[in-house]
């Protein structure tokens, strides 16, 4: 079975502090990862997505970056969070060519003080 | 620019039918999507539509019209476990997708 683990599972940082969220993947070889942030009640904004290795696509400019070092790992990262970086981070992949279905880890509820 | 249009709240009976529309306005389009969220917990997959048409999975069922730009998620025999948020999302092309504010079903005994 293809597994999607996310930790921490919650975070609270004071603003200006640096942050790393971690995404490893299960059961897959190669998968297209996405990293979300959800606002409490909105919709989902996709921030970055990663087809490989090395290969980040950046959709939103913003104090966050994305880094792939692993085939099954996907890490969110800032040097400085705002206070408008609070959110639930979700990463997902994407499976299944035809039906872009994306299955989510459990996410990572982050408050920034 | 690139939305999707869902309304934001519906409320029904337990054992009644809903529907939840969906239209958008994307650069690209190869497919809809619905997605239903928990509070506190992750999106999961309900179902997908590449082309026009019905697709039934159990209690749910998708609709969507390309020409129209439209698109439905109907939820049959509604339970109190259906009180969630359901999310439409386009696929706009290569590896995007786009996803709708989301619609905040409540579920009444």
């Known amino acids: 079975s293809q597994t999607i683990h996310q930790w921490p599972a919650t975070l609270v940082q004071p603003v200006g502090s640096p942050l790393s969220l971690e995404c490893t993947v299960e059961g897959t070889s190669n998968p297209n990862l996405y990293w979300y942030r959800q606002a409490a009640g909105r919709g989902l904004q996709l921030l970055f997505y990663s087809v490989g290795i090395g290969q980040i696509s950046s959709e939103v400019p913003q104090n966050l970056s994305a880094s792939r070092p692993q085939d099954w790992q996907f890490i969110l990262s800032s040097k400085k969070l705002l206070l408008s970086d609070s959110g639930f981070y979700l990463c997902a992949r994407r499976w299944g060519l035809g039906t872009d279905t994306q299955y989510f880890g459990p996410g990572t509820r982050l408050t920034v003080l | 620019g690139q939305s999707l249009e869902q309304p934001s709240e519906v409320t029904a009976v337990e054992g009644a039918i809903v529907q939840i529309n969906c239209t958008y306005q994307?650069?690209?389009?190869?497919?809809l999507s619905w997605y239903q969220q928990h509070d506190g917990g992750a999106p999961t997959f309900l179902s997908y539509n590449g082309l026009d048409g019905l697709e039934e999975t159990g209690r749910f069922s998708s609709f969507l019209s390309r020409s129209d730009s439209y698109g439905y998620l109907l939820l049959q025999e509604l339970q109190m476990k259906d009180s969630a948020s359901y999310f439409c999302a386009v696929n706009t092309g290569g590896f995007k997708t786009i996803f709708g504010a989301g619609t905040r079903l409540f579920v009444k005994a």
């Open positions: 994307t650069s690209g389009f190869y497919g």
